[in-house]
Structures are given as structure tokens and as C-alpha cells.
């Protein structure tokens, strides 16, 4: 997604500066002070409460794209076994199943337009023939 982001805000005629963690950013930022800051999402476990008890190593993590494919018969029998409202995607109905469930390859190109930011940024990414 930074990729993406990056070619729309290219378009726009934005000065950017990328950083590639936390440290780094506050630097950027203490030097540049930029007029906005766009911070990529950290994958943290939080409490009841809302608080963060700890972020996840994202070294072993990957990024999932909608839509994920699955025959016909496997995904309805999961959908029929579903025991609980505690599943986040079909992904996780096949895999209580017992099933492994492989990723491939996709493009960041890909991504799920369900927001009026998603939408500027598949337009953007249209009319600049970047299909």
C-alpha cells in the first residue's frame, strides 16, 4: 500500500518523505515539519479497555488480499460447520476445518475499494494508466 500511496500523493504534486520506522519519522518530521503525517497501521493487541498490550513482530506476518478463492464445496461446508461468530474471513472457516489454507502471490494493484479514499486512489491509479 505505500507504493500505492505514493504514486497517487507523486501525482498530486505533494513533496513526501518516507521513513522506514518510528525513529526515523520523528526525525523526518523534527526537520521537515511536514503539514501532515500519514503513519502506516501497527498491528497491536489491545485489552477490554483499548489499550495496547503489545505489537505483533511483523516479520512473520503477510498481507492477505480480498478475494480469497476457495472450491465451491469446501466453502459451503464451512460456512455450514461455523460454530461461532469469532472468524474474521473465509480463511478462517476453512482452517477450523482442519484444511490449510496457501497463499500466492497477488499485486498491490488488487486492493478492496470500500471507501471514498480507496475509490480516489483506484481513479487515480486508472487515469494514470497504471492498471
Known amino acids: 500500500m505505500r507504493k500505492v500511496m505514493r504514486r497517487f500523493l507523486d501525482a ?6 518516507e521513513a522506514g520506522d518510528g525513529e526515523e519519522a520523528l526525525r523526518i518530521a523534527a526537520r521537515e515539519r511536514p ?3 500519514l503513519l ?6 489491545v485489552d477490554g479497555y483499548g489499550v495496547v498490550t503489545e505489537t505483533l513482530d511483523r516479520s512473520e506476518l503477510r498481507a ?16 455450514a460447520a461455523q460454530r461461532t461468530q469469532d472468524v474474521t474471513d473465509d480463511a478462517a472457516l476453512v482452517e ?11 499485486d498491490e494493484r488488487a486492493f478492496k475499494v470500500t471507501t471514498s479514499w480507496d475509490l480516489a486512489v483506484a481513479e487515480s491509479l486508472w487515469r494514470s494508466g497504471n492498471q
Do not use: E, S
Open 12 to 17: 498530486t504534486g505533494y513533496v513526501i518523505f
Open 35 to 37: 503539514d501532515v503525517i
Open 40 to 45: 502506516d497501521r501497527q498491528i497491536p493487541r
Open 64 to 79: 492477505v488480499q480480498t478475494p480469497q478463492g476457495f472450491r465451491r464445496d469446501v466453502l459451503a461446508a464451512a460456512h
Open 96 to 106: 477450523a476445518m482442519g484444511i490449510k489454507v496457501q497463499t500466492v502471490a497477488g
